[in-house]
């Protein structure tokens, strides 16, 4: 709506610019904003203010200008001028009825595919094999995951790339151990985070199992087969986990989308060559680094990218810069997009722009970092175990779920334990997911359990129940939401139901943008205030005690619009719905 209501805006000025009225050099942005006070629109544009002082005119008379020079719309029943010269648009209710007609007729809601779709690569999860999964690799994954599922919905095509870290100095330790004690170290290799901590205890304590350490990384990278062999067996055991892991949090990621960074290592000598004869490359004590002129410290000190250790060793630039030629080159992507940490920025701004500068990638190839904030303990600081630990992501979710089967089995004492542990992994899962997805992307927070598991707010257990609400009006009545052909149309009355329709309206625009700016904390946000519209009009407007028949199937209609969409929001972040709960 706000997009129609702009593009007439637009056409309006193109039209006073013609009649001379507005001056033709000038391009306005407008600017058009959901109104907060219904009563004189549902939508307002301050453009005549805007545009009053180049024109040389009085807003206000500039603003019947506009209006008069305005196209008639179907979506717009009726344009007004308030105060000083806003232009206030009253959403036509036939035209939003028949929108969401269509949403409930057509396939995907109706959401328009995006023209033209395009391919994209979405770089997530990616932790580093060493050691198993913790609670910091919790964003990285459930966001990047939301953000493709939203992508794919909206019809790109979409390339997982599970850029894990298996490559590295750590495998050394790890390889050194394996060998010394295969047979303990087999059944240690089920506990990654014990069998990492060991072999470190040996490499800490021991010199000369350091310096084999050290030789097997110096095998490992020359293809030593046996070295080879065990790093494989290490590896797949490691990834492994983090199937497990994923299949747990229903995130959509499989062992075809693992490309690690091994998967670069035959290319990192020609990336440091083709950087050389791009005359990018400088050295420096010994290291070969790229520095560009855009990257100072605080102190105004170039800041280099180091691409090979002096001893001729790759590093973690490198690899991203082959993996980036690799994505244009091989996949062809047009947009790449990094859920990585915040911290990480430096880094990813830098390999970015040497990229483009060594003509890795095409220079309309969009290359965005999503970065995230920390999540922290309940009480603001790291997220520890009691004893000072890293929170494995195995057991937060095994805690969550069973704090989840406890509110359940207080809530629904009837149920069976079979069923109880459905709907426990379903709402304990879904409530450690929403709580990270529905905060701002970029900002830090604090997890804590007792407030994601409450049915009160912005939770996982709030917007469930509201789908189960919705759920049980058609259980009611023995019908499926989905099949609503023999009913009476679709006709808007209570403001209620205008309010949510006008929010039900705004779905496929909202998914755009979350496809644009990756953020799944908007369509949380989204769906809180669905739920919200959803509630006030379930308590104003009776449904299956309407007053009369068609009002009822008219408001039968709505609550299925709702329902389906609450579900295909919270399936879009990787939450299933469940019919009761
Ligand atoms: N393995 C890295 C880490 O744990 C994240 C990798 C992200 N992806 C990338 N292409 N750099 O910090």
New binding site residues.
């Given amino acids: 709506m706000k997009n129609l209501i702009s593009q007439l805006l637009a056409e309006a000025v193109s039209i006073l610019q013609n009649q001379g009225v507005l001056p033709s050099d000038i391009t306005p942005s407008i600017q058009v904003e959901t109104a907060r006070d219904k009563s004189h629109g549902d939508f307002a544009s301050n453009l005549a203010m805007m545009l009053a002082k180049p024109a040389r005119m009085k807003p206000r008379d500039l603003a019947e200008q506009l209006v008069a020079a305005l196209p008639q719309n179907a979506a717009v029943a009726e344009v007004s001028i308030a105060g000083p010269g806003f232009i206030n648009f009253f959403q036509a209710r036939d035209w939003l009825a028949a929108q969401l007609q269509k949403a409930l007729d057509a396939p995907q809601l109706n959401v328009p595919q995006a023209a033209p779709a395009k391919r994209v690569v979405v770089?997530y999860s990616?932790?580093?094999l060493a050691k198993e999964m913790h609670v910091g690799h919790l964003r990285s994954t459930i966001i990047g995951d939301a953000v493709a599922r939203v992508l794919e919905f909206l019809g790109h095509q979409v390339i997982r790339q599970n850029?894990?870290?298996d490559w590295g100095t750590q495998f050394g330790m790890l390889l050194a151990y394996l060998e010394e004690n295969s047979v303990a170290a087999e059944a240690e290799l089920g506990d990654l985070e014990n069998f990492y901590r060991q072999a470190k205890k040996r490499f800490d304590e021991s010199e000369e199992f350091a310096n084999r350490a050290r030789e097997q990384v110096v095998q490992l990278q020359a293809g030593d087969p046996q070295c080879l062999a065990l790093w494989n067996r290490f590896n797949s055991i490691s990834l492994g986990h983090c199937q497990a892991i994923y299949d747990r949090l229903g995130v959509s990621l499989t062992p075809a989308d693992v490309r690690g960074e091994s998967a670069y290592n035959d290319q990192l000598a020609d990336v440091v060559d083709s950087l050389q004869q791009a005359g990018l490359l400088t050295e420096s004590d010994g290291a070969r680094c790229v520095f560009l002129d855009e990257f100072k410290t605080s102190e105004d000190k170039p800041l280099p990218v180091i691409v090979q250790k002096a001893g001729g060793g790759y590093l973690?630039a490198t690899t991203?810069l082959a993996?980036m030629r690799y994505r244009h080159q091989v996949l062809q992507a047009d947009r790449v997009l990094?859920f990585?940490?915040q911290r990480?920025a430096l880094h990813f701004q830098q390999v970015f722009a040497v990229a483009r500068k060594a003509g890795f990638v095409a220079q309309d190839m969009q290359l965005e970092h999503m970065g995230f904030g920390t999540m922290n303990g309940a009480d603001g600081k790291p997220f520890k175990t009691r004893d000072g630990g890293t929170v494995k992501l195995i057991d937060l979710l095994n805690e969550a779920e069973q704090r989840a089967y406890q509110l359940v089995a207080q809530k629904n004492p009837e149920l069976d334990t079979g069923e109880l542990q459905q709907i426990a992994r379903a709402v304990g899962i879904g409530a450690v997911k929403y709580a990270d997805l529905s905060k701002h992307r970029s900002s830090d927070y604090n997890f804590n359990f007792e407030q994601m598991l409450s049915f009160e707010g912005n939770t996982a257990p709030y917007l469930m129940y509201a789908y189960t609400r919705v759920a049980s009006v058609f259980r009611k009545i023995d019908r499926n939401m989905s099949q609503l052909d023999d009913l009476a149309p679709l006709v808007l009355q209570e403001a209620a139901e205008v309010d949510l329709a006008a929010h039900l309206a705004q779905f496929g625009g909202l998914l755009e943008y979350v496809a644009r700016e990756g953020t799944p904390h908007s369509l949380c946000h989204y769906l809180y205030e669905l739920a919200g519209r959803f509630s006030s009009f379930y308590e104003n407007c009776p449904i299956l005690a309407a007053a009369e028949p068609a009002q009822r199937d008219s408001r039968l209609r709505l609550a299925a619009l709702t329902g389906r969409t609450l579900q295909q929001g919270l399936n879009l972040l990787g939450i299933t719905t469940l019919e009761r709960m």
Avoid: L
């Fill in positions: 770089d990616s932790p580093n850029h894990v870290g973690y991203d993996a990094y990585v940490d990480q």
